[in-house]
């Protein structure tokens, strides 16, 4: 079955980096788009970035868009969201996640998640 790991979260200060990675198992990875998600508490997940299976188109919501970088080892089976310039409305806990069929960008495969929390 499809597993998606996710590793990288943590405390950190307004301004400083991390870098999420997610290691995807159980079809082959290449095939599929990658994503990120975010949860904020009391808030509704939402969309972070996404990259195609080759990894030569990344999509990012515009509050991100300069600041984190979604990428993908498809030798390793691995999507990467680098996070830098942090702000204190980046803590969510951060879901990968993988369309179900190729090309659909339907979202049907979900890690457990990483807490990311940014003190100001």
């Known amino acids: 079955q499809v597993q998606l790991v996710e590793s990288g979260g943590g405390l950190v200060h307004s301004g400083d980096s991390l870098r999420l990675s997610c290691a995807a198992s159980?079809?082959?990875?290449?095939?599929?788009?990658m994503g990120w998600f975010r949860q904020a508490p009391g808030k509704e997940r939402e969309f972070v970035a996404s990259?195609?299976?080759?990894?030569?188109?990344?999509y990012y919501l515009d509050r991100v868009n300069g600041r984190f970088t979604i990428s993908r080892d498809n030798a390793k089976n691995t999507v990467y969201l680098q996070m830098d310039s942090l702000k204190s409305e980046d803590t969510a806990v951060y879901y990968c996640?993988?369309?179900?069929?190729?090309?659909?960008?339907?979202?049907?495969?979900w890690g457990r998640g990483t807490q990311v929390t940014v003190s100001s």
């Open positions: 990259i195609n299976r080759s990894g030569d188109k990344p």
């Open positions: 996640t993988s369309e179900s069929r190729p090309d659909s960008f339907v979202w049907g495969y």
């Open positions: 159980g079809r082959t990875f290449s095939n599929y788009a």
